[in-house]
Structure formats: structure tokens, C-alpha cells
């Protein structure tokens, strides 16, 4: 159920005057204009975000000092942050002097698919005038997007509005987690309506940011209830069951193998998507063969995919015991084509190149399909971006830590909220739309 306009907005003020939980988290406007993000990290670590992508882990030194280390490596960066007086918000970061950003604040509850009480929470900038309001859809994570996601106040300090909520199963919010893309965009489409009523006269353009998982769930959410447009971080335009075969294929790709073995790896992926989209009834003998015919083949080691290697070392036994904690109703064979023909809603989809989880190749040539048909969809594709849009080294070990996030990602993500790009947005490449066909 959602709380009265008078109890709304009661709690808005005083969760705008008073600090938060943790008071070092929040957004801090800078003496020299700009941005800098606080949120919480593992542990008791926090870590620190800029709007050109840049990003630090922050562990606590003397006093209120934090240690700031370069993207997600050990290495320190000499961007130390200080908190001159954490419960008023005022800190220093690299020797410049902020203080936290008076956002406009509103917790609620509402109703999700069947009734299910979901939790949420509307962040505007300071001011009166109208902004745009961007509903942020999760992933497949279970944390709480309350809690972890930095766009509710990345957004906001760059004056566009954000309405984030923990999805059902997930943080503060009641239900079973699930990954039914139908009810999770019936859950999506409640939000919209809950962030247009707390935002009223200060709502501008209405739209969705599916990341991840998101991406699928976000562009179906579209289709059931009017929005102004659709953002996609990393999602996909194929199946589950294709992500995990595209994933095997690219993988083996980086470490130098050629069709003829993703072939016979696709033998592994396919046998795995049997037995879980079948709910572990069917694919067993497939996936025995499989491994009898190639466990000792040199490539077997470096098949991963999105699923498949949590599956392979398993026994069938093993396979249908421990597969029980993990049929979470995924639509297995989604047609992502078939939601994304219909849909009238401009988009904007940015990928990773270098995505070894969800590969955005396949993704990106469905994409120019409905580009060509005259369909509102806007494509990036940043170079050297892996899932999550983070840049990245190589490891001696040849694994990959993430270093920042791609330059361009957020600035684009909040000129489409605006409704206008300004390229360039990095070193990301552009396809927009085409005309739409003379009929």
C-alpha cells in the first residue's frame, strides 16, 4: 500500500534534513561544480564515483580519512577523501572541498503484480521547475538497489530526477525473488506510476534504465505502459539460453579457438540450456555425452559462458539437487525481437565491446535490423568495456580488474533522460536511427 500525500511529504522532510544511515554516503557537490558520489562497498569499505567515469575504493585511514585506491585494483591514487564533518556532509576529496547535495527525498511502499508490497524511493534534485525522472530497473542481483545502486544520486546531481526500488524477493521489499520478465515488468510498470504520483508537477520526461537483466525486462515494461523512452545498459536483444551460447563462443573467441571448437563447445551450452529450461527433467544423456566426448579436449577448461560452467562439474545428481536453488521461472526461450518490433518507445542501448558475460555482437545486429526498419532505437558501443560499462587491466594471471567506468557512459545516460545527445560520448560509437521507411 502506498502512504498518504501529508505522510509523503512529512517523511520527505525530514529524510532531506537529516543525515543518512551511513552519513558518509551521498552525493557532494564540489567547490569547483562538479559531482562526486559516496556509496557503500564490501565490507566497510565505500567507494567513490565521478561523472567522467572515474571511480576509487575508500578505505578508512586516521580519523575520518579515506584511503582511495584506483578503480577496483590495490593500487592507492592519491585521491584521498576527508570528512571535515560527516553528519553536516562536508567533506574534502583531492584536496577540494564539498558538501553533500540537498536532495529532495521521498521513501515509499506500493503495490507490484498480485499485491506484492514493494519499496522504493524518489530522488529529485533541489528546486521546483521539471526534470526528467529516470525508474531504475535491476538486474538479476539479489542486493538491494536501495542500498547499492549509485544512479539514485548520480542522477539526481546531475539534475535528473531517479525512482529506485528493491524488486520483489530483494532488500526491504516483500515476495519471492524471481526472474519472470512478465511479473517483473508488471513490478516496473507499478513503479512508473508511484514515481509520476510522488514527483506530480515536477516530472518531466518519464522513462526507464534497465541494466543487465534490466535490459530485457524495462523494454517489456514499455510495452504495457506509456513511457517517454527506454535506456538499456549491457542487456541483450537474444535469449538466456542464447546469451549463455554467445558467451561460450566469445570467450573461447579471446583465448584463440576457431569455429570448429565453439561448435563442439555449443554441444556443452545447449545440453546445459536443456536441462534448465526443461526444469531439470530433460538433457542429462545430451550433456553426459558431451562431456565424455570432450573433458579431455585442451579447450574444455575455457568453456565458460553465462551458466554453463557452474553446471559442468557437476554429476547429473549433483545437477538436479543443487539446480533446484536456481529455477527462478527465467523465460528461458524470451523473444526479445518480438517486444522490441512493436515498440514504438525511442531507445538507447549502450554496450560493452569487451563484454564476456552478455556479448553484445549478436545484440548489436538485431539492433541495426530495427534501425533500418525505421525504428527509434539509438546504439553505443564502448571499446574496452566489459559488463557493468567498467574498463579494464589484465591481471599476470590474464584476468580482467576493472579500472573505471567508460568515459561518455553516464554523460550520455543523462542527455537521453534530457531528451538530446551531444556527441561525442568517449570514444563509443554511434549508430542512431535511421529514417523511417516512405510508406
Known amino acids: 500500500m502506498t502512504g498518504t500525500p501529508m505522510l509523503t511529504t512529512l517523511l520527505a522532510a525530514l529524510l532531506a534534513a537529516a543525515p543518512a544511515a551511513d552519513c558518509h554516503i551521498g552525493a557532494y557537490r564540489l567547490s569547483d561544480g562538479s559531482a562526486l558520489d559516496i556509496a557503500p562497498s564490501q565490507g566497510d569499505a565505500l567507494r567513490w564515483r565521478r561523472i567522467d567515469g572515474s571511480s576509487g575504493k575508500l578505505t578508512r585511514g586516521e580519523g575520518d580519512t579515506w584511503k582511495s585506491t584506483f578503480g577496483w585494483t590495490d593500487r592507492p591514487d592519491g585521491k584521498d577523501v576527508r570528512f571535515i564533518d560527516c553528519a553536516k556532509g562536508r567533506i574534502t576529496f583531492d584536496g577540494t572541498q564539498g558538501e553533500r547535495i540537498p536532495f529532495q527525498v521521498q521513501q515509499t511502499t506500493f503495490a507490484g503484480e498480485g499485491g506484492t508490497r514493494l519499496v522504493g524511493r524518489l530522488i529529485l534534485p533541489p528546486g521546483h521547475g521539471k526534470v526528467p525522472?529516470?525508474?531504475?530497473?535491476?538486474?538479476?542481483?539479489?542486493?538491494?538497489?536501495?542500498?547499492?545502486?549509485?544512479?539514485?544520486?548520480?542522477?539526481?546531481?546531475?539534475?535528473?530526477?531517479?525512482?529506485?526500488?528493491?524488486?520483489?524477493?530483494?532488500?526491504?521489499?516483500?515476495?519471492?525473488?524471481?526472474q519472470d520478465f512478465s511479473v517483473l515488468a508488471n513490478d516496473a510498470v507499478a513503479a512508473v506510476a508511484e514515481a509520476r504520483r510522488l514527483a506530480g508537477t515536477r516530472a518531466g520526461r518519464v522513462g526507464f534504465r534497465g541494466g543487465s537483466q534490466g535490459g530485457w525486462v524495462a523494454p517489456l515494461a514499455a510495452t504495457r505502459t506509456k513511457v517517454d523512452f527506454v535506456i538499456v545498459g549491457y542487456g541483450l536483444a537474444i535469449s538466456p539460453l542464447e546469451e549463455d551460447r554467445e558467451a561460450v563462443a566469445f570467450q573461447l573467441k579471446l583465448k584463440g579457438y576457431d569455429q570448429s571448437v565453439i561448435d563442439k563447445a555449443w554441444q556443452l551450452s545447449d545440453a546445459v540450456g536443456l536441462i534448465l529450461s526443461s526444469q531439470l527433467t530433460e538433457g542429462y544423456d545430451q550433456l553426459d555425452a558431451a562431456k565424455a566426448k570432450y573433458a579431455k579436449e585442451p579447450w574444455y577448461k575455457d568453456v565458460r559462458g553465462d551458466f554453463s560452467y557452474l553446471v559442468l562439474p557437476m554429476s547429473s545428481a549433483e545437477i538436479r539437487e543443487k539446480g533446484k536453488e536456481y529455477m527462478w521461472n527465467t523465460p528461458w526461450h524470451y523473444d526479445s525481437m518480438a517486444v522490441l518490433e512493436k515498440l514504438q518507445t525511442p531507445q538507447l542501448w549502450e554496450l560493452g565491446e569487451d563484454d564476456i558475460d552478455a556479448p553484445s555482437g549478436e545484440t548489436l545486429r538485431r539492433l541495426a535490423s530495427l534501425q533500418a526498419k525505421g525504428l527509434p532505437i539509438t546504439t553505443a558501443l564502448f571499446p574496452h568495456a566489459e559488463h557493468g560499462m567498467t574498463e579494464y587491466e589484465l591481471t599476470p594471471a590474464?584476468?580482467?580488474?576493472?579500472?573505471?567506468?567508460?568515459a561518455g557512459y553516464m554523460q550520455m545516460t543523462i542527455d537521453y533522460a534530457n531528451g538530446a545527445l551531444h556527441p561525442p560520448y568517449g570514444a563509443s560509437k554511434i549508430a542512431f536511427p535511421s529514417p523511417a521507411p516512405a510508406k
Open 133 to 178: 525522472v529516470v525508474v531504475l530497473v535491476h538486474g538479476s542481483e539479489h542486493d538491494s538497489a536501495l542500498s547499492f545502486d549509485a544512479m539514485q544520486r548520480e542522477l539526481p546531481a546531475e539534475g535528473v530526477g531517479a525512482f529506485v526500488y528493491d524488486k520483489r524477493g530483494t532488500g526491504s521489499s516483500d515476495g519471492k525473488y524471481t
Open 398 to 406: 590474464g584476468e580482467r580488474i576493472s579500472t573505471r567506468y567508460s
